[in-house]
């Protein structure tokens, strides 16, 4: 079965640090991949999906099916990126999101 | 972009009683939907997937009894939790995927937070 796995539950960086958010997966197929984000007070929305090979808001992500890993990276934070980060992985063909446990990410001033 | 709207946003209700969660794609159509319950500080656990037209698919561990699912139009589906007990209390969320793309983006909606006394 797929698994979706984030390391750390909480991140904290200061304003114009580099920040990584780690995403690990587990599929025996060809998975996409994406990450979406919840600011506080507002639903979930996509930030970004490994297939568009995008940088939304400065971020970036890539696919590395070595390491089986889907790492959100930015190079610097900002206060109002603040909130919380979700890996999700969709199975080839399929619909089904599955979730990881999320990384509370906070940008201190 | 696309609008799913959750109704109600909040519901306390009495042990033993059923509430009902109304989950619409405001601009477009899916055919398929998807519940969630997510505890605090936790991820969203996949409840069941919500097909229009047809039966609802859930997940290992969640009771179909307790957790009726109705998916009666292109635009709707709803969640009825049935004799709801204290530990049904949680945030609910819906999701629906545009019928009409092939992007995999899941639209959420604002969630539905059910405590029950």
């Known amino acids: 079965a797929q698994r979706v796995t984030q390391p750390e539950k909480l991140l904290s960086v200061f304003k114009g640090a580099p920040v990584e958010l780690k995403c690990n997966y587990s599929?025996?197929?060809?998975?996409?991949l994406f990450w979406y984000v919840q600011y506080s007070r507002q639903r979930l929305q996509l930030l970004l999906r490994?297939?568009s090979r995008e940088s939304i808001k400065g971020f970036t992500a890539d696919l590395n099916k070595g390491e089986t890993s889907f790492h959100l990276k930015k190079p610097f934070a900002q206060e109002e990126d603040s909130a919380m980060y979700y890996c999700?992985?969709?199975?080839?063909?399929?619909?089904?999101?599955?979730f990881g446990e999320g990384t509370q990410l906070t940008v201190n001033p | 972009g696309a609008v799913v709207s959750q109704h109600p946003s909040r519901v306390i209700c009495k042990s033993g009683t059923s509430v009902k969660i109304e989950c619409r794609s405001l601009?477009?159509?899916?055919?398929?939907m998807f519940w969630y319950r997510q505890f605090p500080k936790k991820s969203l656990m996949l409840m069941a997937t919500?097909?229009?037209?047809?039966?609802?698919?859930?997940e290992q561990g969640v009771e179909k009894d307790k957790f009726l699912i109705n998916h009666a139009s292109l635009t709707l589906s709803t969640l009825t939790v049935t004799s709801a007990h204290p530990e049904d209390s949680s945030f609910y969320i819906c999701?629906?995927?545009?019928?009409?793309?092939?992007?995999?983006?899941?639209?959420f909606g604002e969630g539905s937070r059910l405590t029950v006394l």
């Open positions: 999700a992985l969709r199975e080839t063909s399929g619909s089904r999101l599955t």
């Open positions: 999701s629906a995927r545009d019928s009409g793309t092939n992007t995999g983006e899941l639209f």
């Open positions: 601009d477009f159509q899916a055919t398929t």
């Open positions: 919500s097909n229009e037209g047809s039966k609802a698919t859930y």
């Open positions: 599929y025996s197929g060809s998975p996409e």
């Open positions: 490994h297939i």
